[in-house]
């Protein structure tokens, strides 16, 4: 490989980690792996890397965040509201369903995630590394949600952070018991079920309850 931006040559020794993370696990990740990989010398990552932590904690971030686009990409309804507005359980099953789509489209992304995120709970000091993680993902359900309710013209009989922790929860089994069985008619069915469970926390605008929790949150 010739001379390289040090931008792109972590760009690519990235993606290379990515791929032998999700191969080999963690532990098989190491530095000679990765640069075999990438088709690089090991001194260019040493270039583009203090260590083989810092270009772990990169891989992190940036799954990270393509999880978070990703997450925003799926669950987020499209459009506008509508009359009549949607059933707010047609609004997030179809929101699990596109998540379902791109977990399927890039396994390879999810299983590395995964290891990681193993890794990184047996790893001293990478504690904030995952948090940060999860608080990512908090953010995503958050917004998906709260699109939601304006799609469905619905409010949430719960605080939505607990709305959103739930549907959190949901996408992490979703994710790694279909990573585990590859079974998606299963996982479709799955998705059936969690959405009722999502929207039996919502009820639409205009029911006394619903007004009742409106005026309530404006106190």
Not at 4 to 18: G, N, T
Not at 46 to 54: G, K, L, Q
Not at 117 to 138: D, I, K, M, W
């Amino acid at each position: 490989m010739g001379r390289l931006p040090v931008a792109e040559r972590r760009r690519a020794l990235i993606d290379a980690a990515v791929r032998v993370v999700a191969r080999d696990g963690v532990a098989g990740a190491t530095t000679r792996a990765v640069v075999a990989e990438a088709g690089m010398s090991l001194a260019s990552l040493h270039y583009a890397f203090a260590s083989r932590e810092e270009l772990l904690a990169a891989v992190i971030s940036d799954v990270t965040a393509q999880e978070h686009r990703a997450a925003e990409d799926g669950l987020l309804p499209p459009g506008e509201p509508t009359d009549p507005a949607p059933a707010m359980v047609d609004v997030i099953r179809a929101g699990l369903d596109r998540f379902v789509d791109l977990l399927i489209e890039d396994p390879l992304r999810e299983r590395a995630l995964l290891e990681l995120s193993l890794h990184a709970l047996r790893t001293p000091g990478q504690e904030a590394a995952l948090a940060a993680q999860y608080a990512t993902y908090h953010r995503a359900a958050l917004a998906s949600l709260a699109t939601a309710a304006r799609i469905g013209r619905s409010t949430w009989r719960v605080p939505l952070p607990a709305a959103a922790r739930l549907l959190v929860t949901l996408t992490d089994g979703l994710t790694t018991t279909w990573l585990a069985d590859r079974d998606t008619a299963a996982t479709r069915a799955t998705v059936v079920f969690a959405a009722q469970a999502l929207a039996a926390l919502a009820e639409p605008l205009g029911t006394p309850d619903a007004d009742h929790t409106q005026e309530l949150r404006s106190c």
